[in-house]
Nanobody, 119 residues
Framework: QVQLVESGGGLVQTGGSLRLSCAVS????????MGWYRQAPGKQRELVAT????????TYADSVKGRFTISRDNAKNTVYLQMNSLKPEDTAVYYC????????????WGQGTQVTVSS
């Protein structure tokens, strides 16, 4: 069974940095695109960033461009989100997802990690 486990969340002051990690484990054939989403209280889940299978193509929400960087280490089946210049509006539960091929390609989600930015 495929599992995604996030880590690296926590409490940080405005202007600070955090690095989130998400490791994919289980019996799988390959991992295609990976991404990070977030959900603030009372709001819908929104896309933060995505990265292609080889890492050569990335996309970002306008609200995080220039501050967040998504990357991946395919040898470790892990995706990262480096978050700099954090703002209170970045406070949310952050979820990673991955398109994983076991028999067929399916999307899997992690359990989420809380990021809180204090003003």
């Amino acid at each position: 069974q495929v599992q995604l486990v996030e880590s690296g969340g926590g409490l940080v002051q405005t202007g600070g940095s955090l690095r989130l990690s998400c490791a994919v484990s289980g019996r799988l054939f390959s991992i295609a695109a990976m991404g990070w989403y977030r959900q603030a209280p009372g709001k819908q889940r929104e896309l933060v960033a995505t990265i292609s299978s080889g890492g050569g193509s990335t996309t970002y929400a306008d609200s995080v461009k220039g501050r967040f960087t998504i990357s991946r280490d395919n040898a470790k089946n892990t995706v990262y989100l480096q978050m700099n210049s954090l703002k209170p509006e970045d406070t949310a539960v952050y979820y990673c997802n991955a398109d994983v091929r076991v028999v067929r390609l399916s999307t899997y989600w992690g359990q989420g990690t809380q990021v809180t930015v204090s003003s």
